[in-house]
């Protein structure tokens, strides 16, 4: 293996002793083979709205792969159709996702508007695999709300042209003071949080850090 970044050693012993599972690769051309170890022939898999999985060719291995993929990006689909496939996530044997930040604690955090991504992290696949950027990796979780809110959050609305504050002036509207504070508007991609710390079911999440930047 590579060698591991101090920060990064660090959160993989914290994540393994929270009960998740933790690994490393250098480059982003590495991800699909290291989350290819992790699936099965056949799996049915799922993902969350991720630009870390599509930039690192693992949307490409579900669909070229041997697994039943729940692809929600299939064109044509109708809003209906799209929340079908959430709801059918719910029950994938594997879920896939990147995490907002992941603190040396251990820790992962999550914001989500439509929330279908945080709901199937907490609870519902068999196997939940996070690719995770370094860039990702926080002190704590004061930091990681701070990067949600400074980074993540106005980026993510930007791409998806979310009428927000933050799309127009790359910050959230509500920086200090809390961590739900932010904007008033209908368009809001934070509306439920989640904090996953140690796990009751053994190596369920599995995070993959990436030793380059990808994602958000
Ligand atoms: S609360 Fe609103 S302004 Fe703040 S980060 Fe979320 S979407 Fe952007």
């Known amino acids: 293996m590579a060698d591991i970044p101090a920060n990064v050693k660090t959160a993989i012993t914290a994540l393994k002793r929270n009960n998740m599972y933790a690994t490393y690769v250098a480059t982003a051309a590495e991800v699909p083979a290291a989350v290819k170890a992790l699936l099965n022939e056949g799996d049915t898999v799922a993902v969350g709205g991720s630009v870390t999985l599509e930039q690192t060719g693992v949307l490409d291995l579900l669909r070229n792969g041997d697994y039943r993929f729940l692809d929600r990006y299939t064109e044509g689909l109708t809003r ?3 929340e079908d496939i ?3 996530s719910f029950f994938a044997d594997v879920y896939l996702s990147s995490s907002n930040a992941v603190t040396l604690h251990g ?3 999550n914001v989500d508007g439509n929330s279908n991504r945080i709901a199937a992290i907490a609870y ?5 695999i996070l690719v995770v950027g370094v860039q990702k990796l926080v002190p704590d979780l004061e930091s990681a709300v701070e990067r949600v809110k ?3 959050a106005p980026k993510n609305a930007a791409r998806l042209s979310c009428d927000t504050f933050c799309a127009k002036n790359g910050t959230c509207a509500g920086t200090e003071g809390g961590m739900t504070l932010g904007c008033g508007t209908d368009a809001r991609i ?3 949080y989640l904090v996953s710390a140690k796990q009751r079911r053994k190596d369920r999440i599995k995070v993959i850090f990436v030793g380059e930047p990808v994602g958000y």
């Open 86 to 88: 959430f709801r059918q």
């Open 190 to 192: 934070c509306c439920n």
């Open 150 to 152: 400074t980074t993540a």
């Open 124 to 128: 519902g696949p068999k196997s939940v």
């Open 107 to 109: 820790e992962l955090y």
């Open 80 to 82: 209906d159709e799209t």
